[in-house]
């Protein structure tokens, strides 16, 4: 009688859980890198609409609308001066602390992982909108994201500075946010909007 000896056996199944460990970290790999490649990305509470432009993916909550379909944008060049100042820094950046662990910003700074967004505020200083924009290669998860704008929302303010506009309009601030500035605690370009108000007295 023939028997088959355990060696053989053992590396026959070693080879399969091998192979299937491969396909598994494969596809889990796969997914957490295309997780904005879709026209739709759902978080826990909210679906994003995603789209690609060269290599960058451009992020917006299904909710929002483009505040040109019923504002105009300020035009400074043929208008007197008039823009908004953040009202203070601190709530920005705690913004980001509570959206990302500690750990997780340490990840993204090591791989120089960034934010850059685009806040539409009105002529009252309060935010309509907020439209992300991602590196290609980035990890950060939907549902980070999606704490990250309900946190900005709840804890950034503006005011206007310069010329008061009554009439519908809206301001485009424009801010790029690297992780090692948010691991720092110093954000060069959120800085800078707060730093207007003084520069800018009425």
């Not at 993204?108 to 909108?129: K, M, P, T, Y």
């Not at 590196?135 to 303010?157: Q, Y």
């Not at 801010?175 to 605690?185: A, D, K, N, R, Y």
Request: with cysteine; net charge positive; aromatic share 12%.
């Amino acid at each position: 009688m023939n028997t088959i000896g355990l060696k053989p056996v053992l590396a026959g199944l070693l080879v399969r859980l091998t192979l299937l460990t491969t396909v598994s970290l494969f596809v889990l790999s796969c997914t957490a890198q295309n997780a904005w490649e879709a026209s739709e990305v759902k978080g826990k509470f909210s679906v994003f609409k995603c789209f690609t432009v060269g290599d960058k993916f451009q992020i917006t909550n299904s909710n929002y609308i483009d505040p040109k379909k019923y504002r105009s944008e300020y035009d400074i060049n043929r208008l007197d001066f008039s823009f908004v100042s953040m009202v203070s820094y601190d709530p920005f950046l705690a913004a980001f602390k509570e959206s990302f662990t500690t750990r997780r910003i340490t990840q993204l700074a090591r791989v120089n992982d960034f934010v850059s967004l685009i806040i539409n505020v009105d002529e009252q200083g309060q935010i309509l909108g907020i439209y992300f924009s991602l590196d290609k290669r980035t990890t950060i998860l939907p549902e980070e994201l999606e704490i990250l704008e309900r946190e900005l929302f709840s804890k950034v303010k503006f005011i206007v500075i310069g010329k008061k506009v009554e009439d519908l309009i809206f301001y485009r601030v424009p801010l790029s946010i690297f992780f090692t500035e948010v691991q720092s605690g110093e954000i060069r370009s959120v800085r800078n909007s707060v730093n207007l108000k003084t520069k800018y007295k009425n």
